[in-house]
Nanobody, 115 residues
Framework: QVQLVESGGGLVQAGGSLRLSCTASVSTFSNYAMAWYRQAPAGTHRELVATITGGGITNYSPSVKGRFTISRDNAENTVYLQMNSLKPRDTAVYYC????????WGQGTQVTVSS
């Protein structure tokens, strides 16, 4: 069974940066489009934040475009999310999964942006 392990979250002031990582325990990682999702504290659904194909084509939600960058290292089975110019409304638990989601969700990593 594929496992996803997210890390890199934390508490940061508005305008700051964080880099999230997600490692997948799957041998064919490069075959999957991957994505970062987030769930706000009061939200009931996960918002799609950014996607990246196996070949590196990226797409972003309008709410993060120009501030966040998704990337991947297929040799390390890892996908990253570089988050710059963070805003309080970016506060959420961030998850990675395939695009569309096809595996069990990991524990996520909490990102808290203070004003």
């Amino acid at each position: 069974q594929v496992q996803l392990v997210e890390s890199g979250g934390g508490l940061v002031q508005a305008g700051g940066s964080l880099r999230l990582s997600c490692t997948a325990s799957v041998s064919t990682f490069s075959n999957y489009a991957m994505a970062w999702y987030r769930q706000a504290p009061a939200g009931t659904h996960r918002e799609l934040v950014a996607t990246i194909t196996g070949g590196g084509i990226t797409n972003y939600s309008p709410s993060v475009k120009g501030r966040f960058t998704i990337s991947r290292d297929n040799a390390e089975n890892t996908v990253y999310l570089q988050m710059n110019s963070l805003k309080p409304r970016d506060t959420a638990v961030y998850y990675c999964n395939t695009d569309p989601p096809m595996v069990s969700w990991g524990q996520g990593t909490q990102v808290t942006v203070s004003s």
